[in-house]
């Protein structure tokens, strides 16, 4: 029986090495603009938070995504994402 291998990636706030089903990707493409990759496959510069509010608003209040990404991320992101994580609770 062959095992699957379960990847695993880093919340840039909380630092948790998690699978990477429970985190969300939000990316910095080439075109300078910032999107949420729920596939994981754009390109771009990538950056992964946990699916928690207290986390979302950490990274909003701290600026982490801004300074990890490199980029102003708008608040209509953040807004897309607490819909989402709001959805998969």
Not at 15 to 40: A, Q, Y
Not at 65 to 81: A, F, G, N, Q, T
Request: aromatic share 4%; glycine share 4%; hydrophobic share 35%.
């Amino acid at each position: 029986m062959i095992n699957k291998k379960i990847p695993f990636r880093t919340c840039v706030v909380t630092k948790e090495k998690l699978p990477k089903k429970e985190l969300i990707r939000i990316v910095r493409t080439p075109e300078k603009d910032v999107i949420i990759d729920l596939k994981g496959k754009s390109n771009g510069r990538g950056a992964y938070i946990k699916k928690d509010l207290t986390v979302l608003n950490k990274a909003q209040n701290n600026k982490i995504l801004e300074r990890h990404l490199e980029i102003k991320v708008p608040d209509s992101i953040y807004e897309e994402l607490q819909k989402i994580i709001e959805i998969n609770n």
